[in-house]
């Protein structure tokens, strides 16, 4: 069968460049190309012709997205509608974050007025939470929910032989609608050995030959987070459960990359890369010992890094270390459940900074407990800490995460909201319990101020902007 991956756009309405691809089409599209099909994967969300943005530039191109999604003629509708046409597939799978709710179902109606035997499937985030919502949709036939691998793996050889829904009752992990009902099949249980998840087809992407080496080098070392922050969703998909790919499949990856699209730079998109710190100098060992010689980044907790860990990353040649920070604030932080001590947060930037790491710092502000006073405490914290970089967002809540549970239960959210406006770019904010909105927006001008002015002079003392542009 043909097949064809879309992530819908939308930072790309902004101009802004997305590092990396969508590394769980890629995935899925290698187990559905073991089965013989023929995949494609079309990320409307890259062009070569867009760039990084700072926060401020990004916040004030937001409408663009909304603006676009009135638009039925704009360029990018327009590109997917062209090789949708062209490709021809018999199933359409997209990839659905909630900011992204518009766009997909648009691009959903798209396929179904091409050809209306489309079957369109939708999967990621934003359906696994609201399975029934995303099927009130008439143009969506089918929801996955969370890990995707092994349900399209069964779902794409279900409807190769009959496309009849009947046949559907036996499959783990999906939902869909029959006779006017909606059907929520059983959960699937989680993949338990990762090695077995073919590497992503990276030459099923659509115009292969714009992407930059740099873009190529994504890779999930393993899956789930077992901590409870409120504002996170990552459990939504893989649960709190951590699963680990063994270390020398994961080099082997790193081996291939490299030599096959030339990737020197590698980010490891894992949520807390440094969880078991000893299965991580492991790694450094065996990347060291294999003389592979690249430069690599990873997100993780700053509270989950030491000395010994540090000098061990940087002779394996990482350079970059993104941690979410969140707050300045103790009682925001408490709110959060971000189990951070500030002041040994302040003990790990001293020697982050001494060994020369271009460190990222992620601070969020807006959420529900936030006033003028927190906001101030945050701002003065970065000023001590002093990170080469600070990345900026605006709370937005997440399906799934204890927040949105909280506000729902308040009447603030619903899965009916906007989606669109609920991005982290965005200034204004609808949920704070103890600031007016107006209020709030005057001060995270002055944050995108602070934080920009910041960046910059980090970027002027160190050289460089950006670590993946070594």
């Not at 101009?15 to 409307?44: C, E, W």
């Not at 793996?153 to 992990?173: A, P």
């Not at 200034?427 to 960046?455: D, G, Q, R």
Request: include cysteine.
């Amino acid at each position: 069968m043909k097949i064809l991956f879309i992530d819908p756009p939308f930072q790309r309405f902004m101009g802004f460049y997305r590092f990396y691809y969508p590394l769980g089409l890629a995935t899925m599209s290698s187990v559905l190309h073991q089965q013989g099909h023929i995949v494609k994967i079309y990320d409307a969300e890259h062009s070569p012709n867009t760039d990084t943005l700072s926060w401020g530039k990004a916040s004030a191109l937001c409408d663009a997205y909304n603006d676009a999604l009135e638009n039925d003629s704009h360029p990018i509708w327009c590109e997917i509608i062209n090789y949708v046409k062209l490709f021809r597939p018999r199933i359409i799978g997209l990839s659905i974050l909630s900011v992204k709710v518009d766009s997909a179902l648009k691009i959903a109606r798209i396929c179904k007025d091409i050809d209306s035997g489309m079957i369109v499937i939708a999967g990621a985030d934003h359906p696994t939470v609201f399975p029934s919502v995303i099927l009130q949709n008439r143009n969506i036939d089918i929801v996955v929910r969370g890990e995707g691998e092994s349900t399209i793996f069964d779902l794409v050889q279900t409807l190769e032989k009959n496309e009849s829904k009947k046949f559907l009752q036996n499959i783990e992990g999906i939902s869909y609608t029959h006779n006017g009902q909606i059907i929520h099949n059983p959960n699937r249980p989680l993949i338990s050995d990762l090695d077995k998840i073919p590497w992503p087809r990276l030459d099923s992407l659509v115009q292969i030959q714009t992407y930059r080496p740099v873009d190529f080098g994504a890779i999930m070392a393993s899956r789930g987070c077992p901590y409870h922050c409120t504002f996170c969703g990552v459990h939504n998909i893989w649960s709190r459960r951590v699963r680990y790919r063994s270390i020398q499949n994961i080099i082997n990856e790193i081996s291939l990359l490299k030599e096959k699209y030339g990737v020197k730079y590698f980010s490891f998109r894992d949520a807390s890369f440094t969880l078991n710190m000893d299965r991580c100098i492991l790694f450094c060992n065996e990347l060291i010992r294999r003389e592979l010689n690249i430069k690599w980044e990873c997100l993780t907790r700053i509270d989950l890094l030491d000395k010994n860990l540090l000098e061990k990353m940087k002779k394996a040649g990482c350079v970059t270390i993104r941690v979410g920070i969140e707050s300045g604030d103790e009682t925001i932080l408490r709110s959060m459940k971000k189990l951070i001590d500030l002041e040994k947060v302040k003990e790990m930037a001293r020697l982050l900074n001494r060994m020369g790491f271009y460190w990222s710092t992620y601070f969020m502000f807006g959420t529900p407990l936030e006033t003028r006073g927190s906001i101030q405490r945050t701002i003065n914290f970065i000023k001590a800490i002093d990170p080469p970089f600070v990345t900026l967002s605006r709370f937005a809540p997440i399906p799934g995460s204890e927040i949105y549970h909280n506000l729902e239960k308040k009447g603030l959210v619903s899965p009916y909201i906007d989606w669109s406006l609920e991005n982290n770019q965005r200034i204004e904010s609808h949920y704070l319990l103890n600031m007016e909105s107006t209020e709030f927006e005057c001060e995270m001008e002055n944050i995108i101020n602070y934080v920009e002015e910041h960046n910059h002079k980090k970027s002027l003392e160190i050289g460089i902007r950006d670590a993946r542009l070594l």
